[in-house]
C-alpha cells in the first residue's frame, strides 16, 4: 500500500498559483497512475487531473484546463499540481490518489489517498 502525503495548498487570492505536491512512500511510484482530485463542502469529490505512469498521458476536467498542470517526478517520489489563475470555484480540499495501473482515470476509483491540502481562493 503505497503512502501519500499532499502539501502545498494555501489561501491565495484569485488570479494567483499555487503548486501541490503528493509525496509516495511504501513503494515504488513507477508502478502507479496518480489522479489529483477536490471535494467542497457539500459537494461530492471530482476529478481534476490524471497521469499515467509512465507521465505520457495527462487528463484535466473541463472546468481547469489551460490552467492546471500535472507533472510527476518518480526519482523524487513526486506528483505536482501546478494552479495557476485560481478562482473562487477552485477553493476546496485537495487530495491525491493512487492506483496500480499504467493509466490514469478521472474517477475516484484509486486504492490509496492521501489526507488532502486546503486550497482557499478568495480575496
Known amino acids: 500500500q503505497l503512502q501519500l502525503v499532499e502539501s502545498g495548498g494555501g489561501l491565495v487570492q484569485p488570479g494567483g498559483s499555487l503548486r501541490l505536491s503528493c509525496v509516495a512512500s511504501?513503494?515504488?511510484?513507477?508502478?502507479?497512475?496518480i489522479g489529483w482530485f477536490r471535494q467542497a463542502p457539500g459537494k461530492d469529490r471530482e476529478g481534476v487531473s490524471c497521469?499515467?505512469?509512465?507521465?505520457?498521458?495527462?487528463n484535466y476536467a473541463d472546468s481547469v484546463k489551460g490552467r492546471f498542470t500535472i507533472s510527476r517526478d518518480n526519482a523524487k517520489h513526486t506528483v505536482y499540481l501546478q494552479m495557476n489563475n485560481l478562482k473562487p470555484e477552485d477553493t476546496a480540499v485537495y487530495y491525491c490518489?493512487?492506483?496500480?495501473?499504467?493509466?490514469?482515470?478521472?474517477?475516484?476509483?484509486?486504492?490509496?489517498w492521501g489526507q488532502g491540502t486546503q486550497v482557499t481562493v478568495s480575496s
Open positions: 490518489a493512487a492506483k496500480l495501473s499504467t493509466m490514469c482515470v478521472m474517477t475516484p476509483v484509486y486504492n490509496d
Open positions: 511504501g513503494g515504488t511510484l513507477d508502478y502507479y497512475a
Open positions: 497521469i499515467s505512469r509512465g507521465g505520457t498521458t495527462t
